[in-house]
């Protein structure tokens, strides 16, 4: 966790370190000469501080196009009046610190941002607060910056009236890290994005995804908090991805998943937490991916495996309380399960090594029967279900066959 | 109502101190503490008590139902040569035989559970709904067990149409649906599968436990009709009323019998 | 008083009473008799409300049956194999009674004490052999002082020593002025008590009088010849 000054600290601070770095030091605000950013913006030179003073502005398309430090003082709100983008930042070194801007304008055309970076490198977006805009922290071929600490807020309930909270364009070696995002229709979205980081990041409740990434390769995301989003996270077209210590939760809904991953290669998922997903961890099409030391709890589908996946591993995962624990569409299995914990697994351990003498098969014949008609679920803990699935189990005919954990543990692993 | 007190009292005197209450208890107890013991897990111990609950609460409420009926025939056809009414005695005697296998199912699950409370301290919920569907079932099933053992004069007729009656509504039912679900897969079947549950009081308390418990699953049905029906006020309102008329509607017809019946 | 106009039933197409004609007076004792499946216990179990007459009119005293249950306060109706809950004991099962019949005084207990029911009492119904099982069934029958007792072959299953003291009660009864209902196989018995005998065969009365009539009608040497000249189909 950061610690944050309060920005009088920050201001005292900022007086005492060297001048020649940042230069003078500019008030604006209604009691000052300076009226707003803009005026303070068109006076000023490279390097110096702005600090904004409590107050509305209304603000439209600010262009930064000098290095500058701009520093909101109380509550310094930008407000866009739902028109076009409150600021665009065409310079490098340009840090937005404790500003507070609200309504960028909702378009169907341009991708109107509260803040927006184009083709700039070393800038920062901290501890701001955005509410209401249609998208919120916008960059486009941008590199070596940082945004975090930011709290995005929104509250459009219509998909296309929304844009997405932190949105990445061709862009490199980002840092996105301790921000609060919901509301949005994506609350952090990826696109044409190298090395990047994605640490500690708190998503609820955004319209679609609450983490959307494509053709992202060699980016990491961990700690992350992603809850409640309507479609759960998607990770597509990359390769090298690493994800550990994040948490999945409660993201209901047909569509719904934990994380789904699509044509996925090279890449590591561990130490997450996938808990009551419709989907826990969706997968199609994606190749050599490690999945360890996962907990997969009260899932509807903890993991749901389609064709074309193959040469993934599955290492002690924990499986506990899930309606489903594997299924997939496919009577071939090209995937290994090894040193799993299954709380459906109902077999002994004679010579208490801790791993069970007889194999798990987590596919179960009504998992590929709902895998055909959804309907039939209805009939999920039926007697007759158990029946079937028991039958199946002593003589697989349906189920694949090699898609089996042969060294089940025993008990729960501790990920701790 | 006072002399149906009466009845119902003696016969519960009766009943709970029969050798069968108490083994039912006993099984209850088994099941549920090695349940316990074996996993530690409080979700999986509670679904797969629900499950069971599911099977075995309907099964020896039909049983013991059309038993005891058949068992204290002359018992019967005695009391009603005294000034009692007949649907008094008969509501008397179903009230004196339901309320102990209640009262043996409550002990034989919540003991363990009491005994190992501190496990369960979040489920508090779920615990509920497994001793009110134990409860439901037993009121269900003791109606459906009086109006068979009423219709036939013969037990092992009357025990055999029970035994296929549960092994209908736990098992044969639920293949029907599958069938059903297989041959119109083409079709949006959520509301005519919301229809068909209702029929089968099994089904119905099932899917409660499911809503409960694999929402997610559920969740993931395209639609989300099944929770935003059974999970939401007006589903579980109908749920409650079919619950009701489960419970009413043999138990009134048995009744009926029961009145015109020539002992 | 029970009196009994023109009643029929019939299970299915089977008749098993056809148009009986019968009143029972106060003060006496009826027996009634026939073979197996003649219809006598279908005719008690109208009586007592178990079974429902097709047509015909039952009169207790002055109420007409008509599925009210309270005229059975007046009857203490003793059945062949008596059985009660297994598993209370005998002092709950007179309990149970008094309850249910709401009457706790004005009781005849002497029945208990003279058939030996006191060392029983704390035992469960489900542990006493027949014959005690049916001296608590004697006991109950006349505990409430019925002004009516209906009672299904009595003294069957009961030992000598305890037929005898249930005769005697109820010879004692008659002097109280009871209309006595009783059916039975035991001739030497009916020929003790009986002040009347009803002979139903195959659903109708083939004889309804004092014994002394039946033996001099048949024209037969004894009770048990006159019988078995009726069951003969011998008409009167």
Redesign the interface.
Known sequence: MKIKFPPVIVLFLLSLVNIEIFGGIFHAGPNYQLKNLESALKIISPYDTVIIHQGKYFSNNIIVNKPVVIIGLGRAVLDGLGKNQIMFIKSDDVIIENMTFINSGISFIDDNAAIKLDSVSNCKVINNFFEDNFFAIYLARTSNSTVSGNIIKAKNKKESYSGNGIHLWYSKNVEISDNRITGHRDGIYLEFVRSSNITNNLSWKNLRYGLHFMFSDSCSYSGNVFQNNGAGVAVMFTRRVEMFNNKFENNWGGAAYGVLLKEIFDSNIYNNYFYKNSNGLYMEGCNRINIKNNDFVENGWAIRLMANSMDNNFTANNFSGNSFDVSTNNIKNFNTFSGNYWSEYNGYDLNKDGIGDIPFRPVSLFSLITEQNRSSLVLLRSMFVELLNTAEKIFPVLTPETLIDNSPNIKKINHD | MNLLFKISSYQLRDVIRSKWIFFYTILLMIISYSLISLTKEPAKILITMLNINLIIVPLISLIFGTIFLYNNKNNIIFLLSQPIKRNVLFLGLYIGLILPIILGFLLGVGIPILFYVKIFSNYAETIFLLLTTGIVLTIIFGGVAFYISISNEDRMKGLGISIIVWLFLSIFYDGLLLIIFQTFADYPLEKISAFLIMFNPIDLTRILVVINFDVSALMGYTGTVFKNFFGGNLGVLISALMLMFWSILPLYLGLRKFKAKDF | MIKVTNLNKS?GSLEVLKKIDLEFVPGQITYIVGPNGSGKSTLI?II?????SDSGDVWVGDYMLNGD?????K?G?M?Q????????TVT?VFK??K???NNKDNLDESLIKELNLDKELNK?LGNLSGGTKQKVSAAITFLFNPSILILDEPTAGLDPVSSSILKDKIKKEKENGRTIILTSHILSELEELADNVVFILEGSIKFSGKINHLIEKTSSLNLERAMAALMNGQLI
């Open positions: 299970f179990k007592l409300g178990l079974v429902k249950c309270h005229y059975r306060d009857i109706y059945p194999s008596a059985s009660f809950p297994e598993n209370l709950e149970m009674l309850d249910l019949r469960r």
